[in-house]
């Protein structure tokens, strides 16, 4: 399905935020970090537009970091939000908010990714609503140009289509994700012009159930990815084992390679495990995920590090708090800067955001913790042009009153200092702006030290189920697939808000 859209109806929609202010509150900055390998914090902000918002991913454009999230006043009335800020100070510089008329319920928009002719953004979304994915195309400033619409190519009955990835190719698109008909999961890549018309469409490893959940560019035209695969069965008694894969796609989206992984189990067995995210190295690819144990009672950050090929390097799990999960990870100087989120149980009602710097054999260097509210998440990094990184996610007020009650995130470490900010004399009001307040400095955590563990001898995993962490539990076939998209998107953090939990 396409719904294709005129410019001036969709101007008219994201203009709504044009008046507000983007300012950012601002955290405390603690003084340079002891260790001179460890990266300073530079400034650690806040923003919000509504009652409810968020920040999921992100990246680095003309001296600002812009950030792809949702805003909205309520449960069911979240809109897609882009948002800049200054790369240097954090300072807001404007916002957008992103949606389609024509639509009952907004999309929940999973990635960002530059415009291949470098004027503008493509973010894609799920709408769950109609069972499609949306991708749109805007301009340097969220002004959107076209929206178009993809539906699960199912032969027998409605299926739905999830997008969790977007990879920018020469004259296009490539959208990544997982089609749910009946009980078949089925990993999909669809290439699509620079237009958004659909050219191909791909189905994945067609004799396993299998998700597709991030890609980047291979730097020849071509693609590599990070999923799951689980043996297809009808026996409602048996649950197959889940493995990790990295694959290699071609411009024509054919599979070049695949290698299978799963992470050292130590003799005991995973419930769920996930690689939620990838990045090109110097020499391969990075992934980090997830290791949920049989009882649900703990979680690992799973850390996979694979040559050119998908050969196997590193394979190890990180344990910094009982409930620990990864979703982010970029190239750092002879390793690895990771993000997540980190809980004390599966029941805390609190949870600190984590940013980890690991070694080329992902032994630990440093890490910290970093709060703004009850609940944080730290969702995706981005290495950043003056040798920094910047951290987004999300942070959930404990108060159901509070208000506004989640905020779009960002910390920035390393890079260029921020500037001395000079109080703005009374009277001179032509922009409102939050006013900063303190939080408490980040938290120096236990520097993970895990073992190696050889890459040819997989362990046996039970396939992913939810979690309480999850929102919902029986999502159906397979991995437990509404667990997936609550690792990246605000639409689950909307409905848990919305129950009050």
């Known amino acids: 399905m396409t719904k294709q859209l005129t410019r001036r109806r969709l101007l008219a929609s994201v203009g709504g935020l044009a008046g507000l202010a983007l300012g950012g509150t601002a955290g405390a900055v603690p003084s340079r970090a002891d260790s001179t390998d460890e990266l300073p914090v530079r400034w650690n902000r806040t923003y919000a537009s509504n009652t409810l918002n968020s920040a999921v991913t992100a990246l680095e454009r003309d001296g600002q970091y812009v950030a792809l999230g949702a805003t909205g006043p309520g449960a069911d009335e979240t809109t897609?939000?882009?948002?800049?800020v200054d790369a240097t100070s954090g300072e807001g510089q404007w916002q957008t908010r992103v949606e389609n008329p024509d639509l009952d319920r907004q999309p929940s928009f999973q990635r960002l990714v530059e415009a291949p002719d470098g004027d503008g953004f493509a973010l894609v979304g799920i709408q769950l609503a109609e069972g499609t994915a949306a991708l749109v195309r805007t301009g340097p400033e969220g002004e959107v140009d076209w929206w178009e619409s993809y539906e699960a190519a199912t032969d027998t009955e409605e299926g739905t289509l999830f997008s969790s990835s977007l990879v920018p190719l020469e004259e296009g698109y490539v959208l990544g994700g997982?089609?749910?008909?009946?009980?078949?999961?089925?990993?999909?890549?669809?290439r699509v012009g620079a237009d958004g018309t659909e050219q191909s469409r791909t189905t994945l490893f067609d004799d396993e159930q299998s998700t597709m959940l991030h890609a980047v560019p291979d730097g020849e035209g071509g693609l590599v990815g990070v999923g799951q695969l689980q043996e297809r069965t009808t026996a409602t008694d048996e649950r197959p084992q889940v493995r990790g894969v990295v694959f290699?796609?071609?411009?024509?989206?054919?599979?070049?390679?695949?290698?299978?992984?799963?992470?050292?189990?130590?003799?005991?067995?995973?419930?769920?495990?996930?690689?939620?995210?990838?990045?090109?190295?110097a020499d391969g690819y990075a992934a980090v995920g997830r290791a949920v144990s049989q009882?649900?009672?703990?979680?690992?950050?799973?850390?996979?590090?694979?040559?050119?090929?998908?050969?196997?390097?590193?394979?190890?799990?990180?344990?910094?708090?009982?409930?620990?999960?990864?979703?982010?990870?970029?190239?750092?100087?002879?390793?690895?800067t990771v993000v997540g989120q980190l809980r004390e149980s599966v029941t805390a009602q609190s949870a600190t955001g984590w940013v980890a710097e690991l070694d080329e054999n992902g032994e630990g260097r440093w890490s910290k913790e970093f709060s703004r509210a009850a609940v944080n998440n730290l969702t995706d990094v981005v290495a950043t042009s003056d040798d920094g990184v910047a951290a987004v996610g999300t942070a959930q007020a404990e108060s159901q009153d509070a208000d506004p009650r989640t905020q779009g995130w960002v910390v920035k470490l390393g890079g260029e200092?921020?500037?001395?900010?000079?109080?703005?004399?009374?009277?001179?009001?032509s922009t409102p702006t939050p006013t900063p307040t303190d939080t408490p400095e980040p938290t120096v955590t236990r520097t993970p030290t895990p073992t190696p563990t050889p890459m040819t001898t997989p362990t046996r995993t039970p396939p992913a189920t939810e979690t309480a962490t999850d929102t919902t539990s029986g999502s159906g076939p397979g991995f437990g697939v509404v667990g997936t998209l609550a690792t990246l998107g605000i639409g689950a953090l909307s409905r848990r808000i919305s129950r009050g939990e």
């Open 80 to 84: 897609g939000w882009l948002f800049g």
């Open 178 to 190: 997982y089609s749910i008909a009946g009980q078949t999961i089925d990993a999909v890549a669809i």
């Open 248 to 281: 290699r796609l071609a411009a024509d989206l054919t599979v070049q390679w695949s290698q299978e992984f799963t992470p050292p189990a130590d003799g005991g067995e995973f419930r769920t495990t996930q690689l939620a995210a990838v990045t090109k190295t």
């Open 295 to 336: 009882s649900a009672e703990s979680s690992f950050g799973w850390v996979l590090v694979v040559d050119d090929s998908g050969s196997g390097r590193v394979n190890r799990l990180l344990e910094p708090s009982q409930f620990t999960s990864l979703t982010g990870v970029t190239e750092a100087a002879d390793g690895l």
């Open 417 to 429: 200092p921020a500037p001395s900010v000079t109080p703005t004399p009374d009277g001179n009001t």
